[in-house]
């Protein structure tokens, strides 16, 4: 069965300390690994799609980089307003899995 | 682009009464889309998969006479839970994918169901 699994559940971080998200992940023919930002009470908001080991993308702050095990979302000098749950997804043969998501807290 | 809408945002029920969710696709035609259901601090999980014209696939422990869903066209799909009870109160939300080739789906913002 496909996992995803997110670490850690919860970061707090000061404005600009960087830090990295973890989704590792077992599936079945990986199709491609997902994140996505929820904002507290709002649909996820579409962020990456990695389809390959090496693979990595960038939007402002965040970059994201998939291995065959695992992805790491990266936040360089994050702002308050960077603060959300982030999601990782993994489409294989299946269904879409989602993680259980890290909530992350920029402090001013 | 790939905007997807809902609505009602937040609606509130009595038991035993029926509601309607609807989820659009604003500004392209979805092949495919998705009804999911989350909890309080919990991640999505999917309850079904619907392509436009045919039957709603349903994931294993969703009652399929409960939770009626209808893809019309390729811009709407709906979802109906029908003889709410208060354990059918949660946060449903809806996707849709324009492209089988790359599979990402763009979500909407959700709709907040109480049921009383």
């Known amino acids: 069965e496909d996992q995803v699994t997110q670490s850690p559940e919860a970061l707090r971080l000061q404005e600009g300390e960087s830090s990295s998200l973890n989704c590792s992940y077992t599936?079945?023919?990986?199709?491609?690994l997902f994140w996505y930002r929820q904002d507290p009470g709002k649909g996820p908001e579409f962020l990456f799609t990695?389809?390959?080991a090496g693979e990595e993308k960038e939007k402002e702050r965040l970059k994201a980089t998939l291995t065959k095990k695992e992805s790491f979302l990266h936040i360089t000098a994050p702002k308050p307003e960077d603060s959300a749950t982030y999601l990782c997804?993994?489409?294989?043969?299946?269904?879409?899995?989602f993680g259980a998501g890290t909530r992350l807290t920029v402090k001013p | 682009g790939a905007v997807v809408s809902q609505h009602p945002s937040r609606v509130i029920c009595k038991s035993g009464t029926s509601v309607k969710i609807e989820c659009r696709s604003l500004?392209?035609?979805?092949?495919?889309m998705f009804w999911y259901r989350q909890f309080p601090k919990q991640s999505l999980m999917l309850m079904a998969t619907?392509?436009?014209?045919?039957?709603?696939?349903?994931e294993q422990g969703v009652e399929k006479d409960k939770f009626l869903i209808n893809h019309a066209s390729l811009t709407l799909s709906t979802l109906t839970v029908t003889s709410a009870h208060p354990e059918d109160s949660s946060f449903y939300i809806c996707?849709?994918?324009?492209?089988?080739?790359?599979?990402?789906?763009?979500f909407g913002p959700g709709t907040r169901l109480t049921v009383l």
């Open positions: 996707s849709a994918s324009m492209d089988r080739a790359t599979d990402t789906q763009y």
């Open positions: 599936v079945s023919g990986l199709r491609g």
């Open positions: 990695l389809y390959s």
């Open positions: 997804a993994v489409q294989g043969e299946g269904s879409m899995r």
């Open positions: 500004d392209f035609q979805a092949t495919t």
């Open positions: 619907s392509n436009e014209g045919s039957k709603a696939t349903y």
